[in-house]
Nanobody, 124 residues
Framework: VQLQACGGGLVQAGGSLRLSCSAS????????MGWFRQAPGKEREFVAG???????HYADSVEGRFTISRDNAKNTVYLQMNSLQPEDTAVYYC???????????????????WGQGTLVTVSS
């Protein structure tokens, strides 16, 4: 499964971006999907997840500001990011969990496939 993430960029604090994650040959609706991020010098951390049945989960740091969703017709998973802050600056990755049960949705090792990452830079 090849995942393609896009939508990153440079934005001022308080601004918004929408990240997209798509796949050309596989139906993402069949997978649990997650967004993670990695800032320079830090470990990759969970941002948001959506299960096959559309259960949603968010990291405390983004709850109320970010929204994960999927559009099955477009075979795309989105991460809408509002009220961005400089501490949100990171490379953002989408990931697909093919066979797991989603119980450990926040653990990177639960995911089988990863997109290439898209850089989000928030200036103060």
């Amino acid at each position: 499964v090849q995942l393609q993430a896009c939508g990153g960029g440079l934005v001022q604090a308080g601004g918004s971006l929408r990240l997209s994650c798509s796949a050309s040959r596989y139906a993402l609706s069949s997978y649990h999907m997650g967004w993670f991020r990695q800032a320079p010098g830090k470990e990759r951390e969970f941002v948001a997840g959506i299960s096959r049945s559309d259960d949603l989960h968010y990291a405390d740091s983004v709850e109320g500001r970010f929204t994960i969703s999927r559009d099955n017709a477009k075979n795309t998973v989105y991460l809408q990011m509002n009220s961005l802050q400089p501490e949100d600056t990171a490379v953002y990755y989408c990931a697909a969990d093919i066979a797991g049960d989603y119980k450990r949705y926040a653990m990177p090792q639960e995911y089988d496939y990863w997109g290439q990452g898209t850089l989000v830079t928030v200036s103060s």
